[in-house]
């Protein structure tokens, strides 16, 4: 389920109004997740899981699931290293995916003066010292910490490079001072419908 919150049926992706305001729908999260199982049962799906759900949104899942969410699929890197909703997904046997892992350069939405991940020295001086990109730093960071990780490219000289991960490890200080880059920085935001009753980044995690 890619978002928890809903819009109005019938009337495309993200429908809206002759004022340019979304439209929303009151269909709850929960009742998807109730259809969602019911795939499962038919043989229709094997696995089924979750996107941009916050811990109390999760919490309301559990409540009626049978099926425990195979995933969460979040935005999640130095930035916004989402340390708590990983330790609550975990402690719910839920895996983490890690989206934007590399700060999600290509975003339409992009500013100008927005703080570019990969171009920051710190991660740079961190790469130097693995001797790999700081692309691959992001990739293992995810990694090292147990989640799943999808970084995207369209290039293939990356998409190779971004698999080349499997002979170096970060050690726990190096993840540690990671970690520590947390600013809340968060990318993917969707703002522009914060007022959905089911917006999920209202709340810290
Ligand atoms: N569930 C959700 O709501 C949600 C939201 C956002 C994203 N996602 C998913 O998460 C995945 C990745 O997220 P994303 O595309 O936002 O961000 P991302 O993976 O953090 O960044 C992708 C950008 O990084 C560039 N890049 C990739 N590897 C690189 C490398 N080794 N060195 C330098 N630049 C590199 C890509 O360029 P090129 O492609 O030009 O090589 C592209 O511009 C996608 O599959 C996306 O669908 C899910």
């Known amino acids: 389920m890619h978002w928890p919150q809903a819009y109005k049926e019938d009337s495309g992706l993200f429908p809206k109004d002759s004022n340019d305001k979304f439209l929303y729908s009151e269909a709850s999260y929960t009742d998807a997740w109730k259809a969602m199982e019911k795939l499962v049962e038919k043989g229709l799906a094997k696995s089924i899981g979750i996107s941009n759900f916050n811990s109390q949104q999760i919490e309301e899942i559990l409540k009626v699931a049978t099926i425990v969410p195979a995933t969460n699929q979040v935005e999640c890197h130095p930035y916004l290293p ?3 909703l990983s330790e609550f997904c975990a402690s ?7 989206y934007s892992p590399l700060g999600s350069p290509d975003r339409p939405w992009a500013k100008p003066d927005d703080p570019q991940l990969m171009d920051d020295p710190k991660l740079k001086t961190i790469a130097d010292k693995y001797g790999k990109t700081v692309a691959q730093i992001l990739i293992r960071y995810q990694l090292e910490r147990g989640h799943i990780v999808i970084p995207k490219s369209v290039t293939k000289s ?12 970060l050690s726990n200080e190096d993840v540690a001072l990671i970690n520590s880059f947390d600013c809340n920085g968060r990318v993917c935001h969707l703002n522009w419908v914060k007022d959905h009753k089911d917006y999920p980044f209202n709340i810290p995690y």
């Open 92 to 98: 719910k046997g839920i895996t983490l995916t890690a």
């Open 82 to 84: 989402q340390i708590k």
């Open 158 to 169: 990356r998409i190779a490079s971004n698999f080349d991960v499997f002979d170096f490890k």
